[in-house]
């Protein structure tokens, strides 16, 4: 699906994968599916990386065994690296700007290109671009979430590859997902802030802007029939404005009553500068009109919807005020 729409707006469109018993180095996606590239790092990097040979790498990690098999046994965090090593050997001139974004997602090129242009960033600068995530800046500091799409320049992407190369090719034995190397796991946004930052590749400021409202969203597009039950009780249940200050701010940190287990405790930044109140118990959707990231389609049927919302104008239930726009950029 994501070969034959969203990734149409992009400029080049390359998959990833580690599948069992294939030989194959690359293959191309259907005509009808974008004719892409798509990509064997099994091959390209054998030994390094394992296949895709169970079924609970398929699938998100919904329960306490799944996580502790993909922590175990899942490849997602030496897969994110080799990508971005593999396209630095063998495609770092054939565009300015890289972008990993998962399958599920629902990723705006002409936003990304906009957004760039805007904020002045130049193709050496060695700076990355995504939503921001706080939730463990206590611990293995913040990072930008994966599945919306991390943004590399050119510089960033030979930086990091510089470092990769250092690594090794070993495996560690034991996960580590505060530490920069090849392992097991599936946390792997959390462990490519470590390379990041160990090559001295910073976050790009401009992603939120001047309201604190990001570019990207760790959900779907806010209509009412793309979003989980969960999130429609979270945006239906707003605080009203007229509470004790204390008592509303309380309530903003909290969720179902613990104080700082909101989404905005660890980013009161970004709540301070307009305290949108729709919002008080869903950070997620305080985001820019301009956006280029939107995230969690597991369902194929609304993922082809959102494309159809964004770029042929069919309408959705919208459950805020939100309403995104699709930038274009003028040939000069």
Known sequence: LVGGTFARHCDVSKFFVAPVGDWR??????????????????????????????????????????????????????????????????????????CRVDLDAAFIAENFRAFVVVSGIHVDDKVYVGLRSYWLKYKLGAYADGGAGVCLTRGALLALASHLEGLGSAPLVHPQPGRCAYQSGFNDDVMLAQCLREANITWHTASEDALGRAYASRGPLPCWEHMSVEDRE????????????????????????????????????????????????????????????FHGYKDLRLQGEAYEVIYEGRSCNRSLDFRHQVMSIAST
């Not at 009808?32 to 099994?42: I, K, W």
């Not at 398929?58 to 329960?63: I, K, L, S």
């Not at 799944?66 to 770092?92: A, E």
């Open 25 to 98: 180095q690359a293959w191309r996606l259907r005509p009808e599916d974008g004719s892409h590239e798509v990509v064997n790092l099994a091959q390209a990097f054998a030994g390094t990386i394992g296949t895709d040979m169970h079924a609970f790498m398929r699938v998100e990690a919904v329960d306490e065994e799944s996580r502790k098999q993909l922590t175990l046994h899942g490849n997602l965090m030496t897969k994110i690296l080799l990508m971005f090593l593999f396209v630095s050997r063998h495609h770092s001139s054939q565009a300015e700007l890289f």
């Open 234 to 293: 979270l945006v239906a249940s707003s605080l009203p404005p007229t509470l004790d200050r204390r008592v509303f701010l309380s309530a903003v940190m909290s969720r179902r009553g613990a104080f700082g287990k909101s989404a905005w405790y660890h980013q009161m930044h970004r709540f301070a500068l307009c305290e949108p109140h729709r919002l008080a118990n869903f950070a997620d959707y305080w985001i820019s009109p301009f956006a280029f990231g």
